[in-house]
């Protein structure tokens, strides 16, 4: 079965950056045919959120309210990844980063999505 596998993650100083990356674990795999792809994120304690999403070949975005203007998702087909570009981050940023996509956006409403482990980032005050 297909996983996503997350890296980037870190510990940094707020005001930092960081850049989340996402690929796939089988070479059959293609972010191409994913109608919806984004990032999620869960701290400790606190509900999953979803960060930013990327869908119709990269014609739409969604960013949460908190990320606004701040994070940027994009997806580079050549190199079959997703990203999520972070910058300006926050104490408040800190958590689980976990990528996902799904073939349409039905799925992906339902949370019924192929996703990755995740990586951890930490943002120190």
């Known amino acids: 079965q297909v996983q996503l596998v997350e890296s980037g993650g870190g510990s940094v100083q707020a005001g930092g950056s960081l850049r989340l990356s996402c690929t796939a674990s089988?070479?059959?795999?293609?972010?191409?045919?994913?109608?919806?792809m984004g990032w999620f994120r869960q701290a400790p304690g606190k509900e999953r959120e979803e960060v930013a999403r990327?869908?119709?070949?990269?014609?739409?975005?969604y960013y949460a309210n908190s990320v606004k203007g701040r994070f940027t998702i994009s997806q580079d087909n050549a190199e079959n990844t997703m990203y999520l570009q972070m910058n300006v981050l926050k104490p408040e940023d800190t958590a689980m980063y976990y990528c996902?996509?799904?073939?349409?956006?039905?799925?992906?409403?339902?949370?019924?999505?192929?996703w990755g482990q995740g990586t951890q980032v930490t943002v120190s005050s």
């Open positions: 990327i869908w119709s070949g990269g014609r739409n975005t």
């Open positions: 996902a996509a799904a073939a349409s956006t039905a799925r992906w409403e339902r949370g019924d999505c192929i």
């Open positions: 089988a070479s059959t795999f293609s972010f191409y045919y994913m109608n919806s």
